[in-house]
């Protein structure tokens, strides 16, 4: 089992940047893939990037590659996120999960995900 807590979120004004983390702990011996998803009101969770344990493969979702980057600290047993350019389209809350060793982007895939931070963008 793994635990995530996420840390981070906040109020930025459009255009800014925020950088996320998602600290792991528990049996992290396992090399968990490690992905980040967000959740606006009203709309489903949504996948935003993931990343193997060893930070060797990286996956992002199409609409947000280039704004964001995800980054493994093995060290820490920490991921994060930096987020850039950010709209008031990227308002939500986004969350940390873990997995087995193959990189998926369906939240089905994932076994175990932090509470979630709070990203607000405002315009």
């Known amino acids: 089992q793994v635990q995530l807590v996420e840390s981070g979120g906040g109020l930025v004004q459009a255009g800014g940047s925020l950088r996320l983390s998602c600290a792991a702990s528990?049996?992290?011996?396992?090399?968990?893939?490690m992905g980040w998803f967000r959740q606006a009101p009203g709309k489903e969770r949504e996948f935003v990037a993931a990343?193997?344990?060893?930070?060797?493969?990286?996956y992002y979702s199409n609409s947000l590659k280039g704004r964001f980057t995800i980054s493994m600290e093995n060290a820490k047993n920490m991921v994060s996120l930096q987020m850039n350019s950010l709209t008031p389209e990227d308002t939500a809350i986004y969350y940390c999960?873990?997995?087995?060793?193959?990189?998926?982007?369906?939240?089905?895939?994932?076994?175990?995900w932090g509470q979630g931070t709070q990203v607000t963008v405002s315009s």
């Open positions: 999960a873990a997995k087995g060793s193959i990189l998926a982007v369906t939240t089905r895939s994932y076994d175990y």
């Open positions: 528990g049996d992290t011996s396992s090399g968990y893939v």
């Open positions: 990343i193997t344990w060893r930070g060797d493969r990286r």
